[in-house]
């Protein structure tokens, strides 16, 4: 499937470059707290999604609507609206890891990247852009909470998904995996200090491949650069 370069940069930037985690450092208090287990990120990460697309879209459609000078209030309103449906479907459907994840369904309202995708980007372009700008970044925050919860799971209980069918439901049930059988566990990685720890291992092998890539790119801008270019 093509897709235009503008819309690659999206993805790059959401997913990767401009990640809501690992590059700008945002909505770390649900982070840390949910990520205990994989399957907890798993849940805040997809609810988090469908807000992102959702206000992104909303604000997009509205966009010629709203006058600039009240704009960030109704962007609020319109995030709150959002996450409240979001609340009510998941403790409807997903009661039990509604239960899980409490107060910090609610509290995405709070989360500065939605505000800050919906003033930056959703209410400067059309509709199509702003859909995948949301889904880039939903799917950038999504990784980051599995990543760092998968990361603490199998540091502390050697487990992987644990209770996925418990709290998304048996088709989820095959992702349940026990990686160190007999595993002591470490109960470190479970409490806040240790996805603190584990968060900045993250972040720097992030960094680090990060400086590799740039590295790469340019001793292979030097290498074109020498060669003559008739060869070329």
């Known amino acids: 499937m093509f897709i235009s370069e503008s819309y690659r940069k999206i993805m790059r930037d959401g997913i990767w470059d401009n990640n809501i985690v690992f590059s700008q450092y945002l909505a770390l208090c649900p982070l840390l707290a949910v990520t205990v287990t994989a399957t907890n990120g798993l849940g805040m990460g997809l609810a988090t999604l469908a807000v992102l697309i959702s206000t992104n879209a909303i604000v997009s459609v509205t966009r010629h609507l709203i006058p600039s000078e009240v704009r960030i209030p109704i962007f609020v309103l319109l995030i709150a609206a959002v996450v409240t449906v979001v609340d009510m479907l998941m403790d409807a459907w997903l ?13 995405i309202v709070t989360n500065c990247a939605i505000l800050g995708r919906a003033e930056s ?52 049930k095959f992702i349940e995996l026990t990686l160190i059988p007999d595993y002591k566990g470490f109960l470190l990685m479970a409490l806040p200090p240790g996805g603190f720890i584990m968060l900045a291992f993250i972040i720097t092998g992030k960094r680090l491949l990060d400086r590799k890539r740039v590295a790469n790119k340019a001793q292979a801008a030097l290498l074109s650069e020498a060669i003559p270019e008739e060869i070329r």
């Not at 009661?95 to 509290?107: A, D, N, S, T, Y």
């Open 95 to 107: 009661h039990e890891l509604h239960k899980v994840l409490g107060l910090f369904i609610p509290l």
């Open 121 to 172: 980007f959703a209410s400067r372009q059309p509709v199509a852009p702003s859909l995948w700008d949301g889904l880039m970044m939903g799917l950038g925050f999504t990784m980051a909470l599995v990543v760092l919860g998968a990361a603490r799971e199998i540091a502390s209980a050697g487990t992987l998904f644990a209770n996925a069918s418990l709290l998304l439901g048996d088709r989820f």
